[in-house]
């Protein structure tokens, strides 16, 4: 069979007859590879240090409460931990010392404004930084 059984239309098979095959010009394959940009190289980029702490956190977090309560508890299979004794005896009035310094310094109007006010800040950025994220290149 040829290519003109396939065509029943006698306009059609003049046409396609008559219109001469396409070829692309003699530099088309020249100008295709000049306009092909090379990839640009992956570079290895370090973390930020604060990624790795931000990780770490909830096991410190987790790893502190566990150190706590087992601190605050008379197991006597750790003879070595003070116990609940020490922690009341004598880390207690040192955090009573510890608060009663803080409050004497916060009295002052000048720290409390400027603490209202860090905090506000601080409060404003964190929000802008969770609604704006940008993507990390």
Do not use: H, Q
Request: hydrophobic share 50%; aromatic share 12%; charged share 25%.
């Amino acid at each position: 069979m040829e290519k003109d059984e396939y065509l029943k239309d006698d306009f059609l098979r003049e046409l396609i007859r008559r219109s001469p095959l396409d070829a692309p010009s003699d530099d088309f394959v020249d100008r295709v590879m000049a306009g092909i940009r090379p990839a640009p190289e992956i570079s290895v980029v370090k973390k930020p240090f604060y990624l790795y702490l931000k990780a770490a956190t909830p096991y410190v977090i987790v790893a502190l409460v566990i150190f706590l309560i087992v601190a605050t508890s008379d197991l006597s299979i750790l003879n070595w931990l003070p116990g609940k004794d020490y922690l009341l005896k004598n880390l207690v009035p040192y955090l009573g010392t510890l608060i009663t310094l803080f409050r004497g310094a916060f009295a002052s109007k000048y720290v409390s404004w400027t603490l209202l006010i860090s905090c506000s800040a601080g409060m404003l950025y964190l929000v802008d930084r969770l609604f704006s994220r940008r993507a990390s290149m």
